[in-house]
């Protein structure tokens, strides 16, 4: 699958198979996640793996907008140290790489949204997450037992040429 074609198909998955990922598949996906860019190549990520049924079910409980935890079969929870002032965008990146990877390995994933939440303290204290560590999101990752589409706002909308507000047809 190329680039292109995994940006544009890959798309949130909410419900899963119970087939087991294979740890072969997560560690490419984690690969790919340590492959991303950061600031001053500070690669501050770190990733926890969670498959463990009752610390997803944990997970899912902690999370309102997360219960799909509780049925993937491995979430992702990534965590990043705020060494520079672009941490989160790095670890953001980190996670687009990860999903996008395993969308060409044909699994499905799910990013939630964890910084900043009330969710983060409750999911560090189950993780036993160390206190100079930020969790970025949980990704819930699994064979894929829904293929929802999605719409996205029209490119024209979202671009300006040369000075805010200068508008090209665009053709797409
Ligand atoms: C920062 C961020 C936070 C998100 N938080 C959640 C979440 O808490 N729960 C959830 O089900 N999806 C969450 N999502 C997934 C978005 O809802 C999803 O990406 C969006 O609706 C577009 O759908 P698509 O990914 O299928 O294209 C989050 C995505 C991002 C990037």
């Known amino acids: 699958m190329d680039v292109m074609e995994a940006i544009k198909t890959r798309?949130?998955?909410?419900?899963?198979?119970?087939t087991p990922v294979e740890?072969?598949?997560?560690?490419?996906?984690?690969?790919a996640a340590r492959w991303a860019p950061s600031a001053m190549n500070s690669q501050p990520w770190e990733f926890i793996v969670v498959k463990d049924p009752d610390l997803?079910?944990?997970?899912?409980?902690?999370?309102?907008?997360?219960?799909?935890?509780?049925?993937?079969p491995v979430v992702v929870v990534v965590l990043a140290k705020p060494v520079s002032r672009y941490w989160h965008g790095d670890a953001a990146v980190a996670t687009q790489n990860l999903m996008l990877a395993a969308h060409s390995l044909g699994l499905g994933t799910c990013w939630m949204g964890v910084i900043d939440?009330?969710?983060?303290?409750?999911?560090?204290?189950?993780?036993?997450?160390?206190?100079?560590?930020?969790?970025?999101?949980?990704?819930?990752?699994?064979?894929?037992?829904?293929s929802p589409s999605r719409t996205r706002i029209p490119l024209e909308e979202k671009v300006h040429w040369e000075k805010y507000g200068s508008k090209k047809k665009l053709g797409l």
């Not at 798309?11 to 119970?18: D, E, L, M």
């Open 11 to 18: 798309r949130s998955i909410r419900r899963y198979k119970s």
């Open 23 to 31: 740890d072969e598949k997560v560690v490419q996906c984690l690969d």
């Open 56 to 72: 997803r079910k944990r997970l899912a409980e902690i999370h309102r907008y997360g219960r799909h935890m509780a049925q993937s």
């Open 117 to 146: 939440t009330e969710f983060e303290e409750p999911i560090k204290k189950l993780l036993g997450v160390p206190g100079d560590l930020r969790v970025l999101c949980t990704v819930s990752l699994g064979y894929p037992d829904e």
